[in-house]
């Protein structure tokens, strides 16, 4: 894989490219980029706003795009398992990222987000994340960094709670899953 580097390291004439690009550099997960590889991912981008009760996404629906909250916050939301209701189980604010698992393994979204207040957004299609990954572009190694950190911390609460689970009753017997869908790691492979 060879590592991906802009033609130009200036900021692009386009103040919506340039303010887009400043966007990303002030989040934590893409401060490291410089200004050539914050221009590049501005230009994948999408400004997206939603308004408070407004839905980003609903579990079930595929997924097409990761994104990158720049103000306002969302709840995350699952149906509750017998479908009548949706469980608040968690909640993103700026400079989040949100949507990122499903995009990486190419399968439907596991819950929904409804915005709680006014939210802007940076969407970025999953084909041009994949593409990112795929040129090594500093991005993509700051975006699966933050997943990794993301999810090292979720499997961290949920042993807190499956320990306490365990210590109240006998374990649930493991169900054997079906072999997984192709996923962005598919995706990329068959680009190289």
Do not use: K
Request: glycine share 6%; with cysteine; net charge negative.
């Amino acid at each position: 894989m060879t590592s991906w580097s802009p033609p130009d390291l200036g900021w692009s004439e386009d103040p919506i490219i340039r303010r887009m690009a400043d966007e990303l550099r002030s989040t934590d997960i893409l401060n490291a980029l410089n200004a050539g590889e914050a221009q590049h991912v501005a230009t994948l981008c999408e400004r997206r706003f939603l308004r408070p009760g407004e839905g980003l996404f609903t579990e079930g629906d595929q997924a097409t795009h990761l994104y990158l909250v720049l103000r306002g916050r969302l709840n995350v939301l699952v149906r509750s398992p017998d479908g009548q209701a949706n469980v608040v189980v968690g909640e993103v604010g700026a400079h989040s990222l949100l949507g990122e698992m499903a995009v990486l393994e190419s399968v439907p979204r596991s819950a929904s987000a409804v915005a709680i207040d006014s939210v802007e957004l940076l969407q970025l299609p999953g084909e041009a994340f994949a593409q990112l990954v795929n040129a090594g572009h500093a991005a993509a190694f700051a975006i699966l960094h933050d997943l990794q950190q993301t999810l090292t911390a979720r499997m961290r609460s949920l042993d807190v709670r499956v320990d306490a689970v365990f210590e109240q009753s006998e374990p649930p017997p493991i169900q054997p899953t079906a072999d997984p869908e192709p996923t962005l790691w598919h995706l990329i492979a068959q680009q190289s």
